[in-house]
Nanobody, 125 residues
Framework: QVQLVESGGGLVQAGGSLRLSCAAS????????MGWFRQAPGKEREFVVG????????AYADSVKGRFTVSRDNAKNTIYLQMNSLKPADTAVYYC??????????????????WGQGTQVTVSS
């Protein structure tokens, strides 16, 4: 088992920035690909970004490319999501996810076998 706890969400104006963090505990952090998903009201959960175990590879949804940056600190068992140039369309609950079974770039949510509780990001226009 691995436990994931997100933090850093909040309310920001369009064009602003937020940095999300996800702290992991339990099994060895390096065993997992890590990622972020988001879910807006009335919509399905969607892939935002994935990062490989050794931080060598990342994959971003087209909607966030060039604006969001993911990183991981294996020594701190933490991943981060730096979100810049935020838009109202980015408003959602953001979930940290870990996968021991799927590749870091899989968009298939059921291949991510551990999830955090989510953190709300609201972008006002």
């Amino acid at each position: 088992q691995v436990q994931l706890v997100e933090s850093g969400g909040g309310l920001v104006q369009a064009g602003g920035s937020l940095r999300l963090s996800c702290a992991a505990s339990g099994r060895t952090f390096r065993d997992f690909a890590m990622g972020w998903f988001r879910q807006a009201p009335g919509k399905e959960r969607e892939f935002v970004v994935g990062i490989s175990v050794n931080e060598g590879s990342t994959a971003y949804a087209d909607s966030v490319k060039g604006r969001f940056t993911v990183s991981r600190d294996n020594a701190k068992n933490t991943i981060y999501l730096q979100m810049n140039s935020l838009k109202p369309a980015d408003t959602a609950v953001y979930y940290c996810a870990a996968s021991s079974v799927g590749p870091y770039n899989t968009r298939t949510y059921y291949l991510w076998n551990f999830w955090g509780q989510g953190t709300q990001v609201t972008v006002s226009s």
